[in-house]
């Protein structure tokens, strides 16, 4: 069984995500979940689904998603990148200028910053006190 099969990986602070599109009708499977199971909250189906829906691709492919680290809306964002860089490797009509233009090939590499010794947080100091 020769099945066609188109890869992408997708990062977003913590998060790393194996994005594997086919050929199909439209399935969305996340962890071996249903999208819907798996991202509770709309916005981050709606940020996972972005790409295929500015290409107009939702019903032409089944993707299967692979994602660990980070929080759920990382992983949701981490999603989106590895969908829109697998995209690029389907040979069609360019739609590298779409994807560019809204923002979904860029590396967002907006990290946490470390903690610094000798102080509460990143930034955040103890009360300073003069006596």
């Known amino acids: 069984m020769n099945q066609q099969q188109y890869y992408g990986t997708g990062r977003r602070k913590t998060s790393v995500a194996r994005v594997y599109l086919r050929p199909g009708n439209g399935r969305f499977m996340v962890n071996e979940k249903p999208m819907d199971e798996y991202f509770a909250l709309d916005s981050q189906q709606f940020a996972a689904r972005q790409p295929l829906t500015v290409t107009d691709s939702l019903s032409r492919f089944d993707i299967v998603v692979t994602v660990r680290g980070g929080g759920i809306t990382g992983q949701a964002e981490a999603v989106r990148h590895g969908v829109a860089r697998a995209l690029l490797t389907v040979p ?5 200028p779409v994807l560019k ?12 910053e470390r903690k610094k010794y000798g102080q509460p947080g990143a930034r955040r100091r103890y009360q300073f006190s003069k006596r």
């Open 92 to 96: 069609q009509e360019d739609i590298r």
């Open 101 to 112: 233009k809204a923002g979904f090939l860029t590396r967002d590499a907006r990290e946490v």
